[in-house]
């Protein structure tokens, strides 16, 4: 009994490597958190786990709310990777990234997080 | 007991597999993650395996025994809310002769509901009931006869609302619980059984919070995915015993959180001599079942 009930921790880390996940967050670009001097081309989020673009979405927004950006593209080399172009240059000021993804799994993650614009 | 699992887990295993509702987050509200804390339950309901738990520390006895604890315990979801757990342990006990006894401890069931989950206010608030079955352990384990039934209340509550000038502690998190147990018996022979009222929290600060949510620091990944945590838990007989001095541990540790699996380790230091002996220590490994089996065993049933 207690041989077999030692066997499932290994066993559960076997399979573990094909299965997919909850989508962490890990990277972006400009970091989370940190001050720019220029207006980034696009933002760019590093998941754990590759992303369902259909249905995932990427918001930003501003002390004047919403700005217009996107559409939302996955990275061709690496579908954890989710990029969302900036059209226009970014006043002074503190943004906002809302972004609700779906793992291809179907896991559904959502989270926010800051940086600030200072020319 | 274990008859009965082999003709269950079939059953259940089935079920997971034929029926395939949209999977949803486990312990995640909001930005926050609660990770599985080891020696307080946390307050979310998922699909999730604590294999093993490994414990070792000195008793309060007069001399003290060496405890050493191997546990588990397996939650199913039956809804997105609502799950139910088995939770089973072994222990052998050393006295200071050198003698060892052990045995398999009562095994015990969970009932547990997740009443409110508020993602702006990163808050999860349970309750639950707990069953242990008096007998189907053994006694040289340690090992009651009777019977226990433990209402218990469970609440998560992450700092993320914070304002923006208090940054720096919105990774912290407060998760907490509070049970009754009732036994069945209030005499095993000569021996007065209690009721006994358990309470304890977690304290924990997230950098995978602060670098996805906060500031990243450019820490290395490894770094990022710790959670520093500070447990408490203590229990108080309330009749029935010549004295109801509360016992309990105060555990400092950090858990180490993956993508299908996590690891934590704590210290367990007593709060007085009743509780024990010297520090002793708990391990434990935790598996994310609805991370590791989306389409299958990790999905809730209904």
Redesign the interface.
């Known amino acids: ?2 041989q077999t ?2 066997l ?2 290994v066993l ?2 076997l ?2 490597g094909p ?4 989508a ?5 670009a400009p ?4 001050t720019v001097r220029e207006t980034p081309s696009e933002l760019k989020l590093l998941f ?2 590759a992303i369902d673009p259909a249905n995932s979405t990427v918001r930003l927004s501003g002390a004047r709310g919403a700005v217009p950006a996107g559409p939302l593209t996955l990275d061709p080399a690496d579908r954890r990777v989710v990029h969302l172009p900036i059209p226009r240059a970014l006043s002074a000021g503190v943004y906002r990234v809302n972004w609700r993804v779906t793992s291809v ?9 800051r940086f600030r614009v200072a020319p | 007991m274990r008859n009965a699992m082999r003709f269950v887990l079939p059953g259940v295993i089935a079920a997971a597999l034929a029926i395939a509702p949209v999977a949803q987050a486990h312990a995640i509200v909001g930005n926050r993650f609660f990770p599985a804390t080891i020696a307080t339950d946390d307050p979310g309901v998922a699909d999730e395996l604590s294999l093993p738990v490994l414990s070792s520390f000195r008793t309060g006895d007069v001399p003290p025994l060496r405890e050493l604890d191997v546990d588990g315990e397996w939650t199913k979801r039956l809804t997105r809310d609502l799950g139910v757990s088995f939770g089973e342990g072994w222990t052998r006990l050393k006295g200071p002769d050198g003698q060892t006894a052990n045995g398999f401890q009562n095994l015990e069931t969970t009932l547990k509901y997740q009443a409110l989950t508020s993602p702006a206010h990163e808050a999860i608030l349970a309750a639950g009931v707990s069953y242990e079955w008096g007998g189907s352990g053994a006694d040289r384990g340690g090992a009651e006869r009777h019977s226990t039934v433990i209402p218990t209340l469970y609440f998560g509550k992450g700092a993320g609302d914070l304002p923006d000038s208090l940054d720096w502690a919105r990774p912290f998190a407060l998760t907490g619980v509070i049970g009754y147990a009732i036994p069945s018996r209030s005499h095993e022979g000569v021996e007065r059984v209690p009721d006994v009222l358990s309470w304890g929290v977690a304290v924990e600060y997230s950098l995978p919070y602060l670098a996805a949510h906060v500031r990243d620091l450019g820490l290395p990944e490894f770094v990022n995915q710790l959670t520093p945590v500070i447990e408490a838990s203590f229990e108080r007989p309330t009749n029935r015993a010549q004295g109801r001095r509360a016992t309990g541990t105060v555990n400092p540790g950090v858990i180490w959180s993956g993508q299908h699996f996590q690891v934590g380790a704590e210290a367990t230091l007593p709060i007085n001599r009743a509780s024990g002996r010297g520090a002793g220590f708990v391990v434990q490994i935790h598996f994310f079942l609805d991370d590791l089996f989306p389409r299958s065993l990790g999905k809730p049933i209904w």
């Open positions: 009994m207690r009930l030692a499932i921790p559960l880390a399979v573990a299965a997919f996940a909850h962490r967050l890990i990277r972006t970091r989370v958190g940190s754990s786990e799994d179907s896991h559904r993650t959502e989270g926010d997080f």
